[in-house]
């Protein structure tokens, strides 16, 4: 009867590095579809043009012609760039954007703290104070023939490196010729004025996020934290994507090292002001990353972990002069980085071997570091087992419908209390989207209400379960209490995701143990590492069969166990011996080449 | 009674590189006062502009508007950098201009080969075949470990740096898991194909040359060698200009250091093509030089080397990765300095006393490097005594009227034969000017003819003895027979600048003797060094003054000794231990707090 109108185009946003996703209609501003998937951008002017407190950065696709408004408010370069008013720009296609983090109201949640085991204090930096006698024609000897000799009546015939040579004098001038010197092993790595205090940084280099901890290395106590995001992640979300990267786009390498760099040179300052420490202070760093991120953070090669059979070029622990990577430290100060165990086991899982002593325990324990890619060690009567496998990025809210990272306005926990569903969100405000933890609670919930069969299949009946699109989802969130015009929701698909991931664990935990004779029963703990696994409710992992079902006081919860180890290796030489020693143990399993592998991951899939 | 006519005005135009200086009437082209000067400027077009064969650079001073014909034949950024043509462009003030190799028609004369002692072959890079497994998924090693673990049958256990670690994964796959590797003692800092010849770099810094030498490492044979200009003369013609260019200029030490490293990479270059040799095959080079340009080599600050004491930032020797550098050879390469041993004594004065072996004398003898610095060593019972005098820069031709470097066209001998004056000149071409050698031999020549008396003042009657500008001169040759329209003349201002180099020379060695409680005719050899040196006359040398009056046989001229020390030190782990000892040996005399030095000094400069 009424005339026939076509239905509007529909395009999706992708909100980095949050990692939001939403669909709008055509003709919504970026501002709009940043509120309805409730993206808290920042909007002083209220979206009428005339501040530039909503600027982002558009990355792929296409929006509106910039506006007037938009020319006034943005430089030429700014544009040029791809810079844009989200109150302005109206997206014509799928799009994909950048939020600088001066334009998001609430930032991201990220988690730098983790639990640090007790270690003796032997860094590789001591300090050494000299006093001098100037330069005079009586007494012509070089500057550093002066330090040298002066230092040697404590310490061994030291050395310099040629960056810090450069640097040595204008400072002892500057210090009128008394100075504390810094020594790794025989070599002068800082001079500084005397009673300064020998500073070291410890880094994670997560594919996501960067955590970053100023440490006092002569009382071994953590001054200062900072996090980030990853800027590569707009290079790459993942993993492979930024091999890929690396590999096809002209100096792309360069590009992901530069950016990488960049962005800890900027935690480095922030650390620096909290703390009032000057950058020469930092006289060594230790960085931990995955195998890739340690690649990239190297300058390494990347071409070889992305073929088969997917081998480092280095997994021995490497020392670079900060000036090399463009780091900047004091002018002498090296970067170690533990080794690799494998392509797919990088310096961060050897950092949380560190952090938990794991090769020293003498029961059986075992430890998980969950993430897109997960590595799993199992300790047992001396042996250190280790694999990693690909379990997704589900628990980063990637490819689940209303996921999105652990920011503000993420459904965190979700329980059914009385049959009611019970929702709690990062920052406590209305919920945005569904993380890592809150899907998993979702679907265990929904297990033990009966909502779910064991493939994973909706069934039963729940006023919750509602049909959308012709399919049957679960509703988290109604549209009319979350205040975003727009229901959160389980899906069938979502589901699917979470069996992938918890499936590819579970068959990870236990091909290990089976490597081992073990059991599950066996495991005297398991201790859950990581962002994600700090802040998953156990039950619901063990619920789902992520876990194995054992006494939950046998499950220790340790938060980001590569940053802790980073920062145990910076103030302990030994635990540095430990790890080259770890390397040459480990009994590496490389799940693709066990033929059980698929049928044990097939029977892992379902609940 | 006639009008008064203004006197044209004259100025003075300076040649660089080649340190040519003349005085040409206003409205001459840069071309007349090359040809008048004797500058051997290509010109292909005859001078009228229509090749740009007799391209130039102005670098100071002021010439006429470009031409079009300028404009035609040189690029805008060539324009904008300040190239002329040099028949084009016509002076309106003093100026300096510098010409481009490929405008000048005879290269100067570069010496590049030294009298190299025999030394036992114990080079600090030896080769290590591998054969490798390719990695598999059974064998899933890194690719330094399956390297290091082959090499560790044959070495200790060995390490790798980052940029040798960067084209690793590459090579060894390029050569399909079959390779040379080049070790520097556990360190990896090659990895070639296999049956590939290990190779090594000598290379001498001088303030005004720089020399190179290839170097076969597994049978010591230098088997390429090439020379150029240290293009630091662009900024400044000695070293105390470089060092005050390098504090004054922004980013002047930067500039000074760029500019070397590319000349020294285009010598590179020169030495492969020639022996069909890769650079990644240059394994590592030792560098020495005086302690300015080493320091300027190396980067470091200039600053203490220019204000009194004049003291070194570094007297110890240097290794220095050559990617820090900007030298392109393989990625691993070393660059090994050996120590300064004060601030005119330099890395090339130690490298003498490697090459001559002058530390295991049992004769007494004296080595002396004459520059427009002079060092001179002492070997006596065991010792070394050393100093430096500043014997200026007379002997390259700087401060002499008709004074150039020793280039094509310079008069290198001059002879009274039955009191007719006798030339030589370089390349037996017309006389352009006078170089060291034969400005030494005039002043000789004219003091056995009577012509001066012990002051240095012009007596006697001699049809050469003629009035120039109200100044008597002594024509060496006439414009007549040069066929320059100029005469070249000796000067009384001539004949004192050398009476102040060959007296701050003879000073310095006579100092030297009375430390060690010696007399002159107690030497049982001299030996002479440096380009300069090997040219000379030494009757000549004694005539004047400058040595003292000891048998021929006594003295040897050995040519770059530098040079030929850098080549021992780069086959000889050795004598670089040797070196290390001498550092710490040698009785340095600083000549300013000798308070007897003006008074010795004063009498050497009589004849």
Known sequence: MSETTSKPRRFQ????????????????????????????????CGGIGICNSCKLRLMEGRCSSPTSEERDMLSESELRSGFRLACQAIPESNVKVDIPSESLSTPQRLQIEGRMAETALDPAVVACDVHLTPPSLEDLRSDLSRLRQSIMDQFANPRIGIEMAKALPTRLRDFEWQARVALRGSEVVGVLPLETRLMGLAIDVGTTKLASYLVDLESGVTVAKAGAMNPQIAYGEDVISRISYA?????????????LIEALNELIDTLCQETEVERDQILEAVVVG?????????GLPVRQLGEAPY???????????????GLLLSPGAWVYLPPNIAGYVGADHMALLIATRLYEKDQIVMAVDIGTNTEIS?????????????????????????GMRAASGAIERMQFIDGEVRLQTI????????????????????LNEGLLDHRGVLQGKNRRIQSMDGKEVFVLSPAAENGHERDIVVTREDVNEIQLAKGAIRAG?????????LEAKDLEAIIIAGAFGTYIDIESAIRVGMFPELPADRFQQIGNAAGAGAKNLLISKELRYVAEEIMGQVEYIELTTRTDFQKIFMERLYF
Chains 1, 2 share one sequence.
């Open 427 to 446: 920052g406590g405000t209305p919920p945005v989207g569904i993380c890592g933890s809150g899907i998993l609670d979702a679907v265990a919930g929904m």
């Open 311 to 325: 081998v480092p070029v280095v997994s021995e622990s490497l020392d670079i002069p900060a000036t090399n990577l």
């Open 13 to 44: 946003i992708d909100f980095e590095p949050i990692g939001r996703r939403i669909e709008v209609e055509q003709g919504s501003t970026l501002l709009n579809a940043a509120q309805m998937a409730g993206v808290d951008l920042v909007s002083i």
């Open 247 to 259: 590999n096809t786009q002209q100096a792309g390498r360069e590009t992901l090292q530069v950016k």
């Open 290 to 298: 995955n195998t890739a991120m340690h690649h990239l953070f190297s």
């Open 378 to 402: 199992l300790a047992v009567n001396g042996r250190l087992l280790c694999c990693s496998c690909a379990s997704g990025p589900a628990f980063e809210g990637a490819h689940i419908r209303d």
């Open 509 to 517: 935990m236990d091909i290990l143990l089976e490597e081992a004779d």
